[in-house]
Structure formats: C-alpha cells, structure tokens
C-alpha cells in the first residue's frame, strides 16, 4: 500500500493495477513530521499555524518572535528566520511562529490529548441520588 501526501504523489486504483504519478501542478511543500502526525504547510501558512490545524499542542503568546513561548525542539532538518528573532533560541530549537520551513523537518511536539471536563462527570457517583 501507498502513503499519498498532497502534492507529491497520487494513486490511481483501475482493475488492481496501481499506477504512481508526481504531480508538477503545485511547488512541493517540504514535510512536517512530529511524534503524532506527518502534514505539509498550507500557502501562506505558519508553522505554527499549520501545528494548530493539525491539533498540536503549542504554547504562543506574540506570534512573531518576541517572547519564546512556542518554542519546539526540532530533531531533524533545518529552518531559517527572515529577521533574527528577538525572543532566545538555543541550539535544537525554532521558534515556529517566525521560522521559514525550506526543508522537511522532524519536530518534538504532540498532538493536544483530550483530557475529560471534570464538570460533566460525577466524581462522587451519586447519579440521581436525593
């Protein structure tokens, strides 16, 4: 079986023949892979942005470099910045509001995990009880 990632290949399924094409329609974007999800950037996108989309759980506060709050630690690849930014980053981390992504990387983030609304759940089990 065949992963297809937007972009960069398609599969085509007619009478158990596969046939795999790369598409020259739109520019490759490089890939983002973290400990939960692999996904590509959208046009336009931040990679904090694009991290939010796919359920990320990162920590923001300025969006532009200033205060350090989403840093990640990044594993693999390397990324670049148009203006240095203001906000300390050591070696192994990027700041994902300001960075430029020029090829695929590997991140140490998770996707957010759904804890329960304590509020919903009757923690005394005294359901219906007078």
Not at 13 to 41: A, C, H, Y
């Amino acid at each position: 079986m065949f992963h297809s990632v937007t972009g960069r290949l398609k599969n085509v399924f007619s009478d158990g023949l596969i046939i795999i094409f790369f598409s020259n329609r739109f520019p490759v974007m490089p890939l983002i892979t973290t400990r939960d999800k692999v996904f590509e950037l959208q046009a336009g996108e931040t990679l904090l942005e694009g991290l939010e989309r796919t359920g990320h759980e990162v920590e923001y506060q300025c969006r532009s470099g200033y205060c350090g709050s989403c840093r990640v630690k990044i594993t693999a690849g390397k990324v670049g910045y148009d203006e240095l930014p203001l906000a300390f980053v050591a070696p192994g981390e990027i700041l994902p509001c300001c960075c430029r992504i020029t090829e695929d990387i590997t991140l140490d983030c998770h996707v957010k995990q759904d804890e329960p609304d304590l509020f919903d759940v009757d923690l005394f089990g005294n359901d219906n009880q007078s």
